[in-house]
């Protein structure tokens, strides 16, 4: 099936109660068992729910991958990848990712023992070259957040492979519209669906998706075993937002595009950062391995005081945490997203006090170029 028809159908099948069209919030802690021993293939709300394992199978179409495991949230998700390792393990992972993702890893996880590198993924080298013997996971964001570099997903699943290690990348910025790791040999995708793919600011969530059935077997047993799972009616809401995912993130592209391309052609800021732009030093990876370039662009202005007006004056854009809704959002990375990276790394990446994160929401296009021309112009 296309995209867009898994998007509204996969998962799902009418209520076989009462033939509703959309998957009914099951709203329940426990359920009925007929005797000992016996039930209908569901015990307890936190291991079993119905309407979480449409939006597991749902998101697992869409990525092209046999299991959805559904978690509360995107570091949730992560949390439970990190239970695929043990104390005395080592991971290597791409060296400029979300914020919150280094928090976990460097600031909770290495307290459990687990040990990390930290890489420049765009050189496939740097990652043959930080393999220990006592590797097991490789971790990759592409494109990273919020330089917007990319790593070479396919040949990065054979060094892993060669290596007989397991590859995670988080897909979160491109969404399974526009990429799918699964498919370039990568073992496991992660999202943060709290974004594209829940799209409207309203709900929390992670999920992770696999082909392989020894992984999904673990994955399972960490989801129920340590209980961080979404919410039912979390769970519907993100359900009902894949049905329109396919044509959000085409109009999130077209608006991300228009903007990037007006502000490389103004003098009102430094730099641009799109992999759509054929200035992007990755830009024929991007054209290869995706479909689209996504709703993410980071504009350095070359001076943080133009910033900090820039972020002050904007009025359809709004200063926020978090990306992917249908409203755009301005953020700063350097002081919110990645407050917990130490500044050293930071500058390491490339990312400064001037730098800003713009997620291009859906509005029309004119109005957020305005938006931002007339900002920049106060400055």
Request: with cysteine; proline share 4%.
């Amino acid at each position: 099936m296309g995209f867009s028809t898994d998007a509204i159908h996969a998962g799902q099948i009418p209520d076989p109660t009462t033939g509703a069209v959309i998957t009914p919030i099951y709203q329940t802690s426990t359920y009925a068992q007929e005797e000992l021993g016996r039930n209908k293939g569901y015990e307890y709300g936190r291991t079993q729910n119905l309407t979480r394992e449409a939006l597991e199978k749902n998101i697992a179409a869409l990525e092209k991958g046999k299991y959805g495991i559904a978690f509360a949230s995107g570091l949730a998700a992560e949390h439970a990848l990190m239970s695929l390792v043990k104390a005395g393990d080592h991971v290597i992972v791409s060296d400029n990712v979300y914020g919150g993702t280094f928090r976990l890893f460097e600031l909770v996880m290495k307290d459990y023992g687990i040990e990390y590198s930290w890489v420049d993924a765009t050189n496939l080298n740097n990652i043959e070259k930080a393999i220990k013997k006592n590797t097991k996971l490789v971790f990759l964001e592409t494109p990273t957040n919020p330089m917007l570099v990319l790593t070479d997903l396919a040949e990065a699943s054979k060094v892993c492979k060669k290596h007989n290690l397991i590859s995670i990348v988080d897909n979160t910025f491109m969404s399974p519209y526009f990429q799918n790791p699964l498919t370039l040999g990568i073992d496991i995708v992660l999202h943060s669906s709290t974004k594209y793919i829940g799209g409207h600011s309203d709900v929390i969530g992670g999920i992770i998706v696999t082909s392989d059935d020894n992984i999904h077997k673990r994955l399972r047993y960490i989801q129920n075993a340590t209980g961080g799972v979404p919410s039912p009616f979390d769970c519907w809401l993100t359900l009902r937002s894949t049905k329109t995912l396919a044509v959000r993130m085409e109009r999130h592209n077209q608006n991300a595009l228009k903007i990037a391309e007006y502000l490389c052609k103004s003098n009102l800021v430094e730099r641009v950062i799109y992999p759509g732009l054929p200035e992007h030093p990755q830009h024929e990876l991007a054209k290869k391995q995706m479909r689209g370039f996504g709703g993410m662009v980071s504009v350095d202005t070359g001076d943080f005081e133009k910033t900090k007006r820039l972020l002050k004056n904007v009025k359809i854009f709004t200063l926020a945490e978090s990306l992917g809704g249908v409203e755009s959002l301005i953020c700063h990375p350097y002081t919110m997203t990645h407050a917990s990276v130490p500044k050293e790394t930071k500058e390491k990446f490339g990312l400064t006090e001037s730098l800003v994160r713009l997620s291009v929401g859906i509005e029309d296009v004119e109005d957020l170029i305005e938006d931002i021309e007339k900002a920049l112009k106060t400055v």
